[in-house]
């Protein structure tokens, strides 16, 4: 007996913000696409955890509700539900429009997902670094061996995050990894900073770094990233087959190199000292208004990579006169964070969030807070703002009491001995940093806990059953069938030839996430897709790059042959079975022009993936060189 999904596509039109805020709906093979009049006002924490929907995301100016194999039959009663105009299948990255949203929101999205994969390592490098200042504040010579080590430990990350950036950037942007590397190689090259001169130039264009080149920066590895994105992609239109393995990289480093450290870097490099030249000037007018002002965009300042306007000029001011205030309402900020940090830990109900914001917090006493911005505060947005507020009002009293710094030294609770004045011994203006620090704690927190914490992964709580999702719980039988109800445990043989490798490998969010499911992904040999099971094809996508089949176990597979082949249109793809055709492992079930759609710049990785896998126990993958009928998963 076929599903009713009426209770689904109401409940999913109603929590996007009605059908009045719905301009146009069209469906891929797995994905609901909605286009919005206003993003704000659908209620993505609910229907991340509504059953019947695996995830939510946007991208491409779309609201995208991720459904999986019965996307069709909910995309058919959204539109018998609802007057909201629909324009049938689509591609499924049919979506080369425009990003939406204001620059800000579409900068947050993007940081927060190229720091994401990396920020345990991040937290876990902020409290080494702690660890190293706890060593030094305790009288270890900075040349013992153990010093020493403790310092590599800790900064060797900060010290070369473009690297980090780079590769995480590469997979936001859909280029090659390696590639990146090179790139960011280049622009951290260790005598580039000795080298370059102000007189350096290129065929008579002027090569500049920034103060300390490139190390430990965000904004200008992403933006030169970004750009070798586009030129990667343009050079796979054209370039020969034969000559594309090396080609593509070459053609990309010969121009992406040149641009970043000639045009990308040197305008940051500006950047960064006509903010220098401005909060100079301001401080000039009224050290209460520069605190403030400085207070307020630190961090922002620090995430562009533009502090380094002030750094410098702090640095010189303490040399020549013993004494400084350029940066002193910057250095308590991090205590904002931990606040910030205290009251999200408070009113979270995600573990994943509490699991980032323990070692953020830890971090951010120490000065480190990378781990508390990028992870915890900036993707939920208001609660960033809040420590940009509390960082401004702390800001306020450090202009009040001019209070000076005498060594240019550590950070966090490492930052008080350099304001114990050396000459006179007071403790004037040790005090009234701490002041400072406990404004911004306090703020921090009381701020952040008058603001509503957002849900990042969408976790499911206890609140849930109880406040979340009565319809949910209501209509459950209506969308989903039971956990595990006619599932057998069973071995999916491979259906391609070629190299199997983890789902994290595939370029789609989606896919290497698993939010789709369990699996694998296979690189091609050859060009014909094979059934993996003895089953019945329950989709096949009207242009042959994707195909859904249900086992007679119960196993719901997805195979989707490649990422973007969607654009094709069909060509290069010839489909042998049709949806409801009973098909048995090993039968020939799509054939594609393997070389032809690699000669087009394509990637051919596949993701197989078991879109039910939460009624397994365990969805195992054998990862590898494959041949066609090898045992590929298996599923208990």
């Known amino acids: 007996m076929a599903k009713n999904y009426d209770e689904l596509a109401k409940d999913i039109v109603a929590h996007v913000g009605g059908e009045d805020n719905v301009s146009s709906l069209k469906h891929c093979v797995t994905r609901l696409r909605f286009v919005l009049k206003d993003e704000n006002k659908a209620d993505t924490d609910y229907l991340k955890k509504r059953d019947g929907v695996i995830t939510v995301a946007k991208a491409g100016g779309q609201y995208q509700v991720v459904i999986g194999n019965a996307v069709g039959d909910v995309y058919d009663a959204v ?8 324009v049938g299948e689509v591609a499924e990255d049919d979506a080369e429009e425009k990003p939406k949203g204001n620059l800000f929101d579409r900068f947050i999205d993007l940081i927060s997902s190229v720091f994401q994969p990396m920020l345990g390592a991040l937290s876990a490098a902020g409290i080494l670094k702690g660890i190293t200042a706890i060593l030094a504040a305790s009288g270890v010579p900075t040349t013992s061996g153990l010093y020493i080590l403790f310092n590599a430990m800790g900064d060797g990350m900060f010290q070369f995050l473009p690297f980090f950036l780079a590769y995480t950037s590469a997979k936001k942007f859909k280029m090659d990894q390696f590639t990146a590397f090179a790139l960011a190689g280049a622009m951290l090259y260790p005598t580039l900073t000795t080298t370059v001169k102000s007189t350096t130039n290129l065929f008579g264009l002027p090569l500049s770094l920034p103060n300390g080149g490139y190390y430990s920066t965000v904004v200008p590895i992403i933006v030169a990233v970004w750009f ?32 970043s450290l000639m045009v990308i870097g040197p305008v940051a490099n500006t950047a960064s000292n006509w903010v220098g030249d401005t909060f100079t000037a301001i401080y000039g007018v009224s050290p209460i208004v520069y605190g403030i002002v400085l207070g307020a965009l630190w961090q922002v300042l620090v995430m562009f990579g533009l502090h380094w306007g002030l750094v410098p000029l702090a640095i010189i001011e303490i040399a020549q006169k013993g004494q400084g205030v350029m940066i002193t309402a910057s250095v308590m900020i991090c205590f904002a964070q931990t606040g910030a940090l205290a009251a999200i830990m408070l009113k979270t109900k995600e573990k994943k969030v509490k699991e980032i914001a323990t070692p953020a917090l830890l971090s951010s006493i120490f000065g480190v807070t990378e781990p508390a911005i990028y992870g915890v505060t900036l993707p939920m947005r208001k609660p960033f ?17 001019d209070i000076k710094m005498y060594v240019f030294g550590g950070m ?23 002041i400072c620090g406990v404004i911004a704690l306090v703020l ?3 701020l952040t806990m008058f603001t509503k914490i957002p849900s ?30 006619g599932v057998k445990a069973e071995t999916l043989v491979s259906p391609l030839k070629g190299e199997a490798v983890d789902l994290s490998e595939v370029k789609d969010d989606v896919f290497a996430s698993g939010a789709m499911g369990q699996g694998a992904a296979i690189k091609p040999a050859e060009g014909v897709l094979h059934s993996p099971v003895a089953g019945t094809v329950m989709m096949v996508f009207p242009t042959g790059h994707a195909i859904g089949l249900k086992s007679d176990n119960g196993a719901e597979i997805l ?14 793809f010839e489909t042998l079975v049709e949806k409801g055709q009973s098909v048995q492992p090993g039968q020939e079930l799509i054939k594609f022009d393997l070389d032809g759609i690699q000669k087009q710049g394509y990637d051919l990785t596949s993701p197989v993936v078991i879109t039910n896998s939460k009624d397994y126990e365990s969805v195992k993958a054998d990862l590898g060189p494959v ?6 998963l298996e599923l208990k």
């Not at 090396?246 to 190199?257: D, R």
């Not at 041949?627 to 590929?632: D, F, P, R």
């Open 412 to 434: 966090g609770i490492f930052a008080f001995p350099s304001f114990i004045n050396p000459k006179t011994g007071s403790y004037a203006d040790l005090i009234h940093l701490i």
């Open 456 to 485: 990042l992964y969408g976790e499911e709580d206890a609140a849930l059953a109880t406040a979340g999702a009565p319809a949910a719980a209501a209509n459950a039988n209506a969308t989903t069938e039971s956990a595990a109800a």
């Open 627 to 632: 041949e066609v009928g090898q045992n590929l």
């Open 559 to 572: 195979i989707h042959l490649g990422m973007d082949t969607v654009n094709l249109q069909g060509k290069g």
């Open 79 to 86: 539109l018998k539900n609802s007057n909201i105009k629909g």
């Open 444 to 446: 921090g927190f009381a």
């Open 385 to 401: 703002i809040m420590t940009c507020i509390a960082g401004a009002i702390q800001g306020a009293v450090s202009g009040i009491f």
């Open 228 to 259: 070798a994105s586009l030129i990667e992609k343009w050079t796979k239109k054209w370039m020969p087959t034969d000559v594309k393995m090396f080609g593509v990289p070459l053609i990309t480093l010969l121009i992406s190199i040149p641009v």
